[in-house]
């Protein structure tokens, strides 16, 4: 018997239709049913490419991933993740920008930097942050209050974590604004970030220190494993674009989360359709 799982999910339940058409494809009946409508399936078969889980998230609206029968959270120490457009539904510059008034150039920017068109991070938050020159720190506090939302299932796959007793890093291209208020909100243990250059309340257009690029982040990974006790196999890293594939290609498990095709292209895993906590089912 494969010691593999193929399992999917879908959180509004399963249909008979799909049900019936992916046994097919798989050449075996799910390993158990939950109901009429099932939310989450397992089937017994060989590993699928990420190729066929695209085709069915696009035709059935579900997530599937390989998952090897005895894997579980509880065998990760630490759950590392992205900000923008993963623990939250924004990019947060884009939406700084969008208050400024500017919000068509700067996404244009953001965009080919997650689609790994501009390959160096640095110079793609620096050409952001020149646009942004003059933009109000008050405009920066609007954003957080009135436009920053946490991915659904970020909660649940955040005390999920917790609960297996992993530790949580948040380790973003994004700004301490943000990932402060986080990492205090949610009780990451460790959080990384850019810093905003301001002066008489308004941004210069620079950035403090150390840009957080790809390489910061796998950096980041290995130095809180190191600082738990654990390596970086043991780690769980999940983002979406191609600023994250650092901490990705150092991590023991990388997920995209509704991520850029160069990063589902590379990633163990990745959620197309649902929320976070399609990777605590995928662990359960």
């Known amino acids: 018997m494969p010691d593999n799982l193929i399992i999917v999910r879908k959180a509004s339940g399963l249909d008979p239709d799909t049900l019936h058409t992916l046994s097919t494809a798989l050449g075996t009946a799910p390993e158990r049913m939950g109901g009429e409508r099932p939310t989450l399936l397992r089937w017994q078969a060989a590993p699928q490419s990420s190729a066929t889980f695209d085709a069915w998230a696009e035709e059935y609206g579900v997530d599937a991933a ?34 400024a008034g500017l919000k068509a150039e700067v996404a244009a920017i953001t965009e080919a930097a997650m689609r790994g068109e501009i390959r160096d991070f640095t110079e793609s938050l620096t050409r952001r942050m020149a646009l942004l020159q003059g933009v109000g720190e008050d405009l920066i506090e609007r954003v957080y209050r009135e436009r920053l939302h946490l991915s659904p299932g970020a909660e649940v796959l955040l005390a999920a974590a917790r609960a297996a007793g992993l530790k949580t890093l948040l380790v973003s291209g994004g700004f301490t604004h943000f990932t402060d208020r986080l990492k205090e909100q949610l009780g990451f243990d460790y959080a990384f970030a850019n810093q905003f250059d301001i002066v008489d309340g308004r941004l210069t257009g620079r950035v403090l220190g150390p840009i957080v690029d790809g390489a910061f982040k796998a950096q980041a990974v290995r130095q809180c494993c190191a600082e738990i006790g654990c390596a970086p196999s043991q780690a769980i890293a999940i983002g979406d674009g191609a600023n994250d594939l650092g901490m990705m290609g150092v991590a023991g498990l990388s997920v995209g989360y509704h991520a850029k095709p160069v990063v589902r292209a590379q990633a163990t895993w990745s959620v197309r359709v649902g929320g976070l906590d399609t990777v605590v089912d995928w662990l359960g």
């Open 66 to 99: 390989n998952v090897p029968a005895s894997l579980s959270l509880a065998d990760f120490r630490l759950l590392a993740i992205d900000m923008d457009s993963t623990l939250v539904t924004m990019e947060t510059l884009d939406e700084i920008a969008d208050v």
